[in-house]
Nanobody
Framework: QMQLMESGGGSVQEGGSLRLSCTTS????????LGWFRQVPGKEREGISF????????YYADSVKGRFTISRDSAKNMLYLQMDNLKPEDTAMYYC???????????????????WGQGTQVTVSS
């Protein structure tokens, strides 16, 4: 198990910002393409942003494009998701995961393992 640990969530007003972080002590995140997913109760987990293993390519769901930015700090072994101009519909539990290519997935990536951290809750109020 990778034991990914997400942090940085919280409660903000609409239009606010948060930066989520993800790390693990078990492996180097550089070894993987990485992604951020989110889930609300009663719905499937959805992938919203992905970073290629090289770090050169990023991918975003239409719902977050232009507002969210995925990045990686290899020296700190951290993955980030900068979330700006947050909307109430962004309210969800957020997870990070290593990903692989999946032609059946909307953005072409899906989680490599069924191994999820505890996530970090983001709540946006209007």
């Amino acid at each position: 198990q990778m034991q990914l640990m997400e942090s940085g969530g919280g409660s903000v007003q609409e239009g606010g910002s948060l930066r989520l972080s993800c790390t693990t002590s078990r492996t180097q995140l550089d070894d993987f393409a990485l992604g951020w997913f989110r889930q609300v109760p009663g719905k499937e987990r959805e992938g919203i942003s992905f970073l290629s293993r090289s770090g050169r390519n990023t991918y975003y769901a239409d719902s977050v494009k232009g507002r969210f930015t995925i990045s990686r700090d290899s020296a700190k072994n951290m993955l980030y998701l900068q979330m700006d101009n947050l909307k109430p519909e962004d309210t969800a539990m957020y997870y990070c995961a290593p990903v692989g290519s999946d032609p059946n997935a909307e953005l072409g990536f899906s989680a490599l393992f069924n191994d999820w951290g505890q996530g970090t809750q983001v709540t946006v109020s209007s």
